[in-house]
């Protein structure tokens, strides 16, 4: 039985990653005995035309896409396309918008027979079970689906999975690794999931879960060997907070020390759980540059938005990133609750005081 998830394109690209979600999807799936396909629309410059002939070369019985707000509309067209072509596959949809506006998804695009919300991949094997058997999807835990009578109907939410080693190693044998080799900015990489944060922008805590679980450093070093030998000499860790717990990333940097890997790699950080010794293993073992959450300038803007720290912890923690040779991003949102003209002048004018490239 044929399976094919889709990463839908962009309207705009920051940089090129691996669709690492579908890479754990497609290893469960492949784990569970059924055949997966990845399509990279991102990667093609006619997406729909490369997504019809994948649709006739694999007659799939499930089709799977991820999005995220930004190309929400791009996603549907796709779903709406597998339903015209080939109307008896189920289509499936998940990723943070459709997570939390899962009911008013299915009721806007009757094209959409169900919403994965949050972690998709125990998830999705079992809808994918369901449909071999041909049985009702009624009872799987964490979907939100359409019922043969059209009622929407919401299944309770699935808990978070506790070990993250016994997930199957990504499917990259699905991608064509060599375009991403091509464009330079490496390969991703999960070390752990979960932010005990409560930033009131993000969803990353309701996606993922406000525990951290974490990989252990030998199978994460495993994986980066592993990712190494494929050619990639760049990596980027997709956890939302790879500084979560220090010593643990320590035990990593230590980790590739102790093996002697050479590899460069990137990760995300918050600027109240770094320090000097951290940032130098992290330096000593290859890491190139940090991504820190900003947000805004505004003292008042950062404590209605629960994020926690200060423009001067920022100052503070670019400055020692810095010094020891970490390249920095610094990451800013604007039209945030309560934003005025003054507070957006604050955040650019605090952007620019950082002297470090921001988004």
Sequence with gaps: ???????PPY???????????????AARLEQAGYEAHIEDLQLCRSPLTRLEEALHRYKPAVVG???FSINLPIASKILQKV???????????GGPHVSFDDREILHRYPWVDVVVR??????????VERVRQGKNLGGVLGITWRGKGGNIQADPPRPFREDLDR???PAWHLLRLSQYRAFGDGASLMTSRGCPHRCVFCVGRKMIGAKGRFRKPEAVVDEMEALARLGFRRIRIEDDLFTFRKERALQI?????????IIRWRAYSRVDTIDAELLEWMKRTGCERLLFGAESGSPEILKKIRKGITPEQTCQAVKMTRDVGIGVLASFVLGLPGETPQTLRQTLDFAESLRVPYS
Excluded at 11 to 25: D, F, R
Excluded at 83 to 93: A, E, H, N, Q, S
Excluded at 118 to 127: I, K, M, R, S
């Design 167 to 169: 997930l199957p190693r």
């Design 253 to 261: 940097c230590r980790e590739i020390d102790r093996r002697g890997l």
């Design 83 to 93: 339903k015209r072509l080939f109307p008896g596959t189920i289509t499936v949809w």
């Design 11 to 25: 309207p705009i690209v920051e940089s090129l990653t691996m669709p690492l979600g579908l890479l754990y999807l």
């Design 65 to 67: 896409i991820t999005s």
């Design 1 to 7: 039985m044929h399976v094919m998830l889709i990463n």
């Design 118 to 127: 949050g972690e998709g991949e125990e998830t999705f094997v079992e809808v």
